[in-house]
Nanobody, 129 residues
């Protein structure tokens, strides 16, 4: 069973940057579609970004487009979320998720929490001065 562990969260000032890492133990993520989702207090979990199985296609929510970058490492054992120009609105618990599927293209309809069956425990990101 795929196990995911997130790391890299923390407290950062507005305008700052963080890089989140999601590590999959013992699995090659080439056969998994991966996603980053976030949940702020009192709000539903929402998509941030998703990446296709081979890493050739990515989707970003409008709220993070141009600021966040999702990628897989070459060994296909980790996924990253590079976050720049952070604002207080980005404060949330960030979750890594996976789905055992080979999808070559990712879009908004596919990058939804209901499409993913494997989840990490989450990492807190707080943007505050």
């Amino acid at each position: 069973q795929l196990q995911l562990v997130e790391s890299g969260g923390g407290l950062v000032q507005p305008g700052g940057s963080l890089r989140l890492t999601c590590t999959a133990s013992g699995f090659n993520l080439e056969h998994y579609v991966m996603g980053w989702f976030r949940q702020a207090p009192g709000k539903e979990r929402e998509p941030v970004s998703c990446i296709s199985s081979r890493g050739g296609s990515t989707y970003y929510a409008d709220s993070v487009k141009g600021r966040f970058t999702m990628s897989k490492n070459s060994a296909k054992t980790m996924v990253y979320l590079e976050m720049n120009s952070l604002s207080p609105d980005d404060t949330a618990v960030y979750y890594c998720a996976g789905r055992n599927a080979i999808w070559y293209n990712i879009n908004q309809a596919l990058c939804q929490p209901s499409e993913f069956g494997y989840w990490g425990q989450g990492t807190q990101v707080k943007v505050s001065s």
